[in-house]
């Protein structure tokens, strides 16, 4: 796969129009993650009701990759229950990209900065 194969239009997209930009006042799971390899980061933030992710939303600034993974992943998040956050796999958020990352391990860590993110919140 050429290096230029990973971005995808609707990866432009997301890019270009991210869904689920913001911040969550009150939040009850927040974590920053910093990509150490470039800088960029990534702020997420859960808000759970009935055991279960009511909102999900992040911040942050950082390539297409990174900000694609961010919109599908906080989207992936609504709805499911907030004790089996740890059981979420770094494949459950490649599956969701659509893109094969695994002769890429630059644009991996891209990719997983908002699982990252999620591991660090469920941490604290
Ligand atoms: Fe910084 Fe991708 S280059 S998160």
């Known amino acids: 796969m050429a290096s230029e194969d990973v971005y995808r239009d609707f990866i432009i997209e997301l890019y270009k129009n991210p869904q689920n930009f913001g911040k969550i006042e009150g ?4 974590a920053k993650m910093h990509n150490t390899a ?3 980061v990534i702020e997420l933030f859960l808000k759970v009701a009935g055991g279960t992710i009511e909102d999900a939303k992040f911040l942050g600034k950082g390539c297409a990759i990174s900000q694609a993974s961010a919109s599908l992943f906080t989207g992936y998040l609504k709805g499911r229950k907030a004790d089996a956050l740890e059981k979420i796999r770094k494949e459950d958020v490649l599956a969701l990209l659509k893109i094969d990352l695994s002769r890429n391990p630059t644009r991996m860590k891209c990719a997983l900065l908002p ?3 999620l591991r660090k919140a469920i941490k604290k």
Request: hydrophobic residues 40%.
């Open 27 to 30: 939040a009850d799971f927040h």
């Open 38 to 40: 470039c800088g960029d």
């Open 115 to 117: 699982l990252d993110a």
